[in-house]
Nanobody, 125 residues
């Protein structure tokens, strides 16, 4: 069983910062990728930043240089530091975990079979 619990969402002004945190409980020992996804109203869920078991990090283009994903294996947490946020970052943010699969982008949501309930991030001008 894998459980993911997000925290840290809220409202922030454009240009500000916010930090999301995800606590992961994994009794399956099958997880390879962990990361953050987001879904805005009327849009598909998209990958924001993921980190593999080998430490390799992949960012979605629009957040490169602004968001930073980090993992603390001792605490079983994955954090997303969001800096210089923009209005278009407004969305429900989800923590996700999934096994290793060969080929394709690590940011593809279909690769992930465990999801948290999400935390809302709202950016205002």
């Amino acid at each position: 069983q894998v459980q993911l619990v997000e925290s840290g969402g809220g409202s922030v002004q454009s240009g500000g910062s916010l930090r999301l945190s995800c606590v992961i409980t994994d009794s399956t020992n099958t997880i390879y990728y962990v990361g953050w996804f987001r879904q805005a109203p009327g849009k598909e869920r998209e990958g924001v930043a993921v980190i593999g078991e080998n430490g390799r990090i992949t960012y979605e283009e629009s957040v490169k240089g602004r968001f930073t994903i980090s993992q603390d294996k001792a605490k079983n947490t994955v954090d997303l530091q969001m800096d210089s946020v923009k209005d278009e970052d407004t969305a429900m943010y989800y923590c996700a975990a999934g096994p290793y699969t060969f080929g394709g982008s690590p940011l593809a949501a279909r690769r992930y079979n465990f999801w948290g309930r999400g935390t809302q991030v709202t950016v205002s001008s």
